[in-house]
């Protein structure tokens, strides 16, 4: 069996920075990609940034400069930092792992930023 926690988000004045991280743990043998994604009241669900098994990153045109994504794979964990973060930017953000070649969902933290 499979856990996925994560950890962080909060509330945060704009400018202000805040960090994510999403821990897997049980039985897990293969680790595979890694994302966060975000969703704001009242919209779908979006890609915020992804994390192949190899270290190759992509991000939301809306992130990128502000937004970092990484992985500690002997920790089965993914990370993002947020920097410079916006009013826009506040959101439930849930990280998506991929591991033993499903996909699990972590359970979602507040992040918010205020003006």
């Known amino acids: 069996q499979v856990h996925v926690v994560e950890s962080g988000g909060g509330l945060v004045q704009a400018g202000g920075p805040l960090s994510l991280s999403c821990a897997a743990s049980?039985?897990?043998?293969?680790?595979?990609?890694m994302g966060w994604y975000r969703q704001a009241p009242g919209k779908q669900r979006e890609l915020v940034a992804h994390?192949?098994?190899?270290?190759?990153?992509n991000y939301a045109e809306a992130v990128k400069g502000r937004f970092t994504i990484s992985r500690d794979n002997a920790k089965n964990t993914v990370y993002l930092q947020m920097n410079s973060l916006k009013p826009e930017d506040t959101a439930v953000y849930s990280c998506?792992?991929?591991?033993?070649?499903?996909?699990?969902w972590g359970q979602g933290t507040q992040v918010t930023a205020s003006s």
């Open positions: 998506n792992v991929v591991l033993n070649w499903n996909m699990y």
């Open positions: 049980g039985s897990i043998f293969s680790t595979n990609a």
């Open positions: 994390i192949t098994s190899g270290g190759r990153t």
